[in-house]
């Protein structure tokens, strides 16, 4: 079993940056790809980025690309979301998933493993 532990939402302006982190737990040394999903109020659950183990792969969503990052610390078994220039269509419930299969995916339902998720808000 993984445990996925989010942290780091809050509140900020718009033009603002937030940095999410996700702290793994459990079997950590079987896990290949990590995402971040987000969910707004009324809308399902959309893709942000994945990366895999050894950071070889990367994808990030069109909508935040050159404005989100997505990193990982294999020795602290943690990875971040780097969000900058947030914009208020940003806010959302952001969960950290993570999957022991290869390879990385864009689809929530490839991902075997779900955090409770961080709320992240930017005012305008």
């Known amino acids: 079993q993984v445990q996925l532990v989010e942290s780091g939402g809050g509140l900020v302006q718009a033009g603002g940056s937030l940095r999410l982190s996700c702290a793994a737990s459990g079997r950590t040394s079987s896990i290949y790809a990590m995402g971040w999903f987000r969910q707004a109020p009324g809308k399902e659950r959309a893709f942000v980025a994945a990366?895999?183990?050894?950071?070889?792969?990367?994808d990030v969503a069109d909508s935040v690309k050159g404005r989100f990052s997505i990193s990982r610390d294999n020795a602290k078994n943690t990875v971040y979301l780097q969000m900058n220039s947030l914009k208020p269509e940003d806010t959302a419930v952001y969960y950290c998933?993570?999957?022991?299969?290869?390879?990385?995916?864009?689809?929530?339902?490839?991902?075997?493993?779900w955090g409770q998720g961080t709320q992240a808000t930017v005012s305008s």
């Open positions: 998933a993570a999957d022991l299969s290869y390879p990385i995916s864009v689809r929530a339902v490839d991902y075997s493993y």
């Open positions: 990366i895999s183990r050894n950071a070889g792969n990367i």
